[in-house]
């Protein structure tokens, strides 16, 4: 893990705001996988794969214009109060 991205050095976005979001901070491998950061083996059985999910999370993708952790992590997946910040080696999704 990328040491200036350590969970414990990121502020939770959980305790800002009156109606506080969870912040999710998720990196995406150049292998098409989801791990949550701080996952210490990245592998097919760590990844998410509940695809109900993936499709989810990927149709909610936008830019990160949030204002908060913009440069770290350039893409967001917001579900309701959650924020899933996003980074990735390229691109978050390819269309062939």
Do not use: W
């Not at 939770?12 to 705001?17: L, W």
């Not at 760590?46 to 993708?61: I, W």
Request: aromatic share 14%.
């Amino acid at each position: 893990m990328d040491p200036k991205m350590d969970p414990k050095r990121i502020p939770d976005g959980s305790q800002t705001g009156p109606r506080p979001a969870r912040s999710v901070l998720r990196p995406l491998p150049a292998f098409p996988q989801l791990f949550l950061d701080d996952t210490k083996v990245k592998n097919f059985i760590t990844c998410f794969k509940d695809v109900s999910f993936l499709s989810f999370f990927f149709k909610r993708l936008e830019r990160n214009r949030s204002g908060r952790y913009e440069l770290e992590f350039p893409f967001l997946s917001r579900c309701g109060r959650e924020r899933n910040f996003l980074r990735c080696d390229d691109r978050p999704v390819v269309f062939t």
